[in-house]
């Protein structure tokens, strides 16, 4: 009964910020790495973060690179993403996704390598 839950999604002008929480229910993230993906209608899903655990050490593919930031507070088990400076290539929906241990650092953006995905939240910037 591993369960996430993302929020914090909406309308968003161009060059605005946001930010999205997954929250984890059923069992703890402290030993989980959590990556963040998005999906537009058609496409394929895209990974764009992880964060690691035990050091909070995050990764970020070129994309999202210097716009996007992960981090995590395991008392509240909750993951956020902040979005900032977006653009309307940016509209998708967003998910989070858990996997036990460490971030792969040559292959975090891999959807496969998770086991727990919650339901997403939608990411609409508009200008």
């Known amino acids: 009964q591993r369960q996430l839950v993302e929020s914090g999604g909406g309308w968003v002008q161009f060059g605005g910020s946001l930010r999205l929480a997954c929250t984890a229910s059923?069992?703890?993230?402290?030993?989980?790495?959590i990556g963040w993906f998005r999906q537009a209608p058609g496409q394929e899903r895209e990974g764009l973060s992880c964060i690691s655990p035990k050091d909070e050490s995050s990764y970020y593919v070129d994309s999202v690179k210097g716009r996007f930031t992960t981090s995590r507070d395991n008392a509240k088990e909750t993951v956020y993403l902040y979005l900032n400076n977006l653009k309307p290539e940016d509209t998708g929906r967003y998910y989070c996704?858990?996997?036990?241990?460490?971030?792969?650092?040559?292959?975090?953006?891999?959807?496969?390598?998770?086991?727990?995905w919650g339901q997403g939240t939608q990411v609409t910037v508009f200008s």
């Open positions: 996704a858990a996997d036990f241990g460490q971030c792969y650092t040559g292959s975090y953006h891999r959807g496969s390598l998770y086991d727990v």
């Open positions: 059923g069992f703890s993230l402290r030993n989980y790495a």
